[in-house]
């Protein structure tokens, strides 16, 4: 992987070939997408490239955008990987010993809002074909402040991903067991050959004619030549020379199966040669296991019908065998030796795929091989796995002190010779299972394609590390799933989500109490008993002074807002119960709904009441309220607007209704001791409250919050008004047709200063 801020490198990576070869040249374009905060893996921005075969280079160029000139430049970080989504981990938490991420580790870099004109991307030569995922996210601030939204600039951070990518066309294609002849007109030929065989070893054969100074090249094939698989060759790949050879040969052991290997080959010396032109021959051995796999995919409930009789074997060899193996030369002498080869079927389960071997009901047995391992394969589905997680498990219990070794490998069995686990040092996974008999092993968004699982099994003796016989017929179970869930459901101290984006079923988990990580078992900072009841406890018995202002507000018959109260004691309750604790009466955001809109509603109706209009203009304020209240809490609930619109229309019926009593009786109202001791000490309460909530941070909310439902609470009991004294009947009919009459009787109305108990 490389970066650059232009795209002269990426030009260069493919002159290499173009010169010779016909070359398309393509983009995939992204809307822009909002980029998040890392909170889980669920807030991340993802997307889906899709690259062809024969692709010389791919450049992924992102261009940054800000919600406004104002907003601070953010470093955005970026994660690409082939096959399937990347895994990340910002915030360096630590992961169970069964959870794997080896396949799901990308490409990684940091680019800045700040640095846009310098149009950074991340160039990858030669990428294999298939889909690509790149995400994206933000790192949390290190006080990660709640931020109520409409207060101030808000600013949004967007990335606009753009894949350029050369397709080399028309690449000749080589025969087997041909002489393929080329008369090259130019210093570079690209070619290809698709395979035919798993593990497999490939030879291929070299032989140059021509004239050179009036002389044939005898025992000279002036020729560099470079291959690779599932790719187009880079310059730093191993390459063989041919200088000094009249034929030579290119071995690639343990071949990838079906799949496409491409020769990239160069002409060693400047000088012309007449007439040149070198002839390859391409050879393989090993083992066909065609005839010995099975490929059916069929319903779990159907699973009992299907039964395949006999047992599998290995290997078996195509007509060509018999026919040229007397024509092979040097090392290639037939047909390999092959470790056993389980082709496996699905089963579809609720939340899984499993893969299972049908032979004679057998499931989820394998025999264990005593002088090496043996391998199964399974496909990974691009659009029904892709996203989920891959799980092994074995249970080897049956047999005297276990140890199991096994990898990996995409595209070709991981085995030498058929007795030798053949892996990168790294990919190799070992455990002893002397203990319990049992292991299990999670490997999550594990890329799309064919894999290939070799395992060994070993028996030891408990009085020394020499390894033994596993017994008559020793056999283990093992099973292999593919879940779209999260790891564990995420344990007991988080919650799975689900996230459809980019074609995908994105499977997350959210984690409580402190924990963190991808599984929710990181316990870093995981709450104690003592912080979490304290936490719990304040955020819902401090509810309590609402069930106070209810019955303050039905001593003085003002019953409507008593029944707000109460509702807003209720809903908040179990709201942050469920929030704090994960004990839920009732779905997430149906609590989080009623508890908005019930404090709201509150608000909204004790202003009402202060304003003291006559019963008709009353309960039209409320039904109207009500209804917009509803509809704001609902449409965006975080919004500032969703508390100041309620909030700014009760003071302005407050203000009119106040103001023409003033105007009527020519003196301040309510009077002073009411405003001195009432109104003026229940706004500052009401106002502390606001200041407490514009201080929250994730870190202080149940404290904060808390002393906002105390504060609060606490106001009303200043700002409520008294009982209503006895006013005069109205008939309905009169009022709606002479709205002003009954304004003006209302007016008129005799309010005298009152007590704080007794409202008289």
């Given at each position: ?7 002269l490198v ?8 173009a ?5 398309s ?7 822009p997408?909002?980029?998040s ?7 991340i921005?993802?997307?889906r490239f899709?690259?062809p075969e ?10 940054m955008?800000k919600?406004?000139?104002?907003c601070?430049?953010q ?10 989504p990347?895994i990340?981990n910002?915030?360096?938490?630590s ?7 080896r396949?799901?580790t990308g490409?990684?870099l940091?680019?800045?809002t700040g640095?846009a004109?310098?149009t ?9 074909a298939?889909?690509?995922f ?9 006080v ?5 939204k409409?207060i101030?600039?808000d600013c949004?951070y967007?990335l ?6 050369h397709?080399?066309l ?6 087997e067991l041909?002489?393929?002849?080329y008369?090259p ?7 290809r050959?698709?395979t035919?065989?798993s593990?497999s070893?490939m030879?291929?054969s070299?032989?140059?004619s ?8 005898a ?8 291959v ?6 880079l ?5 063989e020379s041919c ?7 290119l071995v690639?052991?343990d071949a ?6 491409y020769?990239?080959v160069?002409?060693?010396i400047l000088?012309?040669?007449d007439?040149?032109n070198?002839?390859?021959?391409v ?9 010995a796999s099975?490929s059916?995919?069929i319903?779990a ?9 006999g ?5 078996l060899m195509?007509?060509?065998?018999q026919?040229?193996?007397a ?7 037939g047909v ?9 079927v699905?089963l579809?389960?609720s939340g899984?795929r ?7 009901n057998?499931?989820?047995?394998y025999?264990v ?7 199964v ?10 996203g989920g997680?891959l799980?092994v498990?074995?249970d080897?219990?049956?047999?005297p002190n276990?140890?199991v070794?096994f990898c990996m490998?995409?595209d070709?069995p991981?085995?030498e ?6 892996c ?7 455990s ?6 049992k292991d299990?092993?999670?490997f999550p ?7 290939y ?8 003796n408990?009085?020394d590390?020499?390894?033994?016989s ?5 056999e ?7 879940n779209?869930?999260c790891?564990d459901?995420?344990?007991s101290?988080g919650q799975?989500y689900?996230k ?10 959210k984690?409580?109490?402190g ?16 912080y979490?009841?304290?936490?719990v406890l304040?955020?819902?018995l401090s509810?309590?002074i609402?069930l106070?202002?209810a019955?303050?507000a039905f001593?003085?018959?003002h019953?409507?807002?008593s ?7 209720i809903?908040?309750t179990?709201?942050h119960?469920c ?11 149906t609590?989080?709904?009623?508890d908005?809109?019930?404090s709201?509603?509150s ?7 202060m304003a003291k209009?006559?019963?008709?203009l009353r ?9 917009f ?9 975080f919004?500032?607007w969703?508390?100041l619109v ?5 003071l302005i019926v ?5 103001g023409?009593r003033?105007y009527?009786r020519?003196e301040?109202y309510p009077s002073k001791?009411r405003?001195?001791?009432?109104i003026?000490?229940g706004a ?7 200041v ?5 941070t994730?870190e202080?909310y149940y ?7 105390l ?9 409520l008004?008294?009982?209503?004294k ?14 002003s ?12 200063p ?7």
């Amino acid at each position: 992987m490389m970066m650059f801020s232009t795209r002269l490198v990426f030009l260069c990576v493919v002159s290499i070939v173009a010169e010779s070869t016909d070359v398309s040249h393509r983009e995939e374009v992204y809307h822009p997408s909002t980029v998040s905060k890392y909170g889980n893996y669920g807030s991340i921005s993802l997307f889906r490239f899709n690259i062809p075969e024969a692709v010389s280079a791919a450049f992924w160029n992102f261009t940054m955008m800000k919600s406004d000139d104002t907003c601070g430049n953010q470093d955005i970080h970026i994660s690409i990987h082939a096959g399937g989504p990347p895994i990340v981990n910002p915030d360096n938490t630590s992961l169970p010993e069964s959870v794997d991420v080896r396949y799901a580790t990308g490409i990684n870099l940091t680019i800045n809002t700040g640095d846009a004109e310098l149009t950074p991307g991340v160039s990858v030569p030669s990428p294999r074909a298939g889909d690509w995922f790149v995400i994206a996210y933000r790192l949390k601030d290190d006080v990660d402040k709640i931020e109520q939204k409409g207060i101030g600039v808000d600013c949004h951070y967007q990335l606009q991903p753009q894949l350029l990518y050369h397709q080399v066309l028309d690449i000749p294609v080589l025969s087997e067991l041909t002489d393929n002849v080329y008369s090259p007109a130019d210093e570079l030929t690209l070619l290809r050959y698709h395979t035919k065989f798993s593990s497999s070893v490939m030879s291929f054969s070299f032989y140059c004619s021509g004239t050179l100074d009036n002389k044939p090249l005898a025992g000279n094939c002036p020729l560099n030549v470079t291959v690779s698989a599932d790719r187009l060759p880079l310059l730093d790949d191993t390459t063989e020379s041919c200088l000094s050879q009249d034929r030579c040969s290119l071995v690639v052991s343990d071949a990838l199966k079906q799949s496409w290997y491409y020769l990239l080959v160069q002409k060693s010396i400047l000088d012309p040669i007449d007439g040149f032109n070198f002839t390859i021959r391409v050879e393989e051995e090993g083992c066909d296991y065609s005839r010995a796999s099975v490929s059916i995919d069929i319903a779990a409930e159907d699973a009992g019908n299907y039964y395949l009789k006999g047992e599998l074997t290995w290997p078996l060899m195509n007509g060509w065998y018999q026919e040229d193996i007397a024509h092979r030369e040097g090392s290639f002498r037939g047909v390999a030796t092959c470790a056993p080869l389980y082709t496996l079927v699905t089963l579809h389960t609720s939340g899984a795929r499993r893969f299972v071997k049908l032979v004679e009901n057998d499931t989820d047995i394998y025999p264990v091989e005593r002088n090496g391992p043996f391998v199964v394969t399974f496909d990974i589905d691009p659009v029904q796995d892709v996203g989920g997680f891959l799980a092994v498990g074995v249970d080897a219990t049956s047999l005297p002190n276990p140890a199991v070794t096994f990898c990996m490998k995409k595209d070709g069995p991981p085995v030498e010779d058929g007795v030798i686990l053949r892996c990168d040092e790294s990919d190799i996974i070992e455990s002893n299972l002397t203990s319990s008999g049992k292991d299990h092993w999670y490997f999550p968004n594990i890329p799309a394609g064919t894999w290939y699982l070799g395992l060994e099994v070993k028996c030891y003796n408990a009085s020394d590390q020499d390894p033994f016989s596993c017994g008559e017929d020793p056999e283990i179970v093992m099973a292999i799933t593919v879940n779209d869930q999260c790891i564990d459901n995420c344990g007991s101290n988080g919650q799975c989500y689900i996230k459809s984006v980019a074609g995908l079923q994105l499977y997350y988990c959210k984690c409580y109490y402190g924990y963190a990580g991808l599984t929710c078992s990181d316990d870093t900072a995981a709450w104690s008993r003592a912080y979490f009841l304290t936490r719990v406890l304040l955020l819902t018995l401090s509810n309590a002074i609402f069930l106070v202002a209810a019955i303050f507000a039905f001593y003085r018959h003002h019953f409507a807002e008593s029944v707000a109260f109460v509702a807003t004691m209720i809903f908040s309750t179990l709201y942050h119960a469920c929030d704090s604790s994960r004990v839920c009466v009732m779905d997430y955001d149906t609590l989080q709904f009623c508890d908005f809109y019930a404090s709201f509603l509150s608000i909204l109706l004790v202003l009402i009441a202060m304003a003291k209009l006559n019963p008709t203009l009353r309960s039209t304020a409320h039904i109207t309220g009500a209804f917009f209240v509803a509809f704001s809490a609902k449409y965006d609930r975080f919004s500032l607007w969703a508390v100041l619109v309620p909030l700014i229309a009760g003071l302005i019926v407050v203000a009119i209704s106040w103001g023409g009593r003033m105007y009527h009786r020519k003196e301040l109202y309510p009077s002073k001791k009411r405003w001195f001791f009432f109104i003026v000490p229940g706004a500052l309460l009401a106002l502390v409250g606001l200041v407490f909530t514009a201080l929250e941070t994730e870190e202080n909310y149940y404290i904060t919050h808390s002393l906002w439902h105390l504060f609060i609470g606490a106001s009303v009991l200043f700002l409520l008004p008294p009982r209503p004294k006895e006013e005069k009947h109205h008939e309905p009919e009169r009022e709606l047709l002479d709205v002003s009459t009954s304004l003006r009787d209302y007016l008129d109305a005799d309010t005298e200063p009152y007590s704080f108990m007794t409202g008289e």
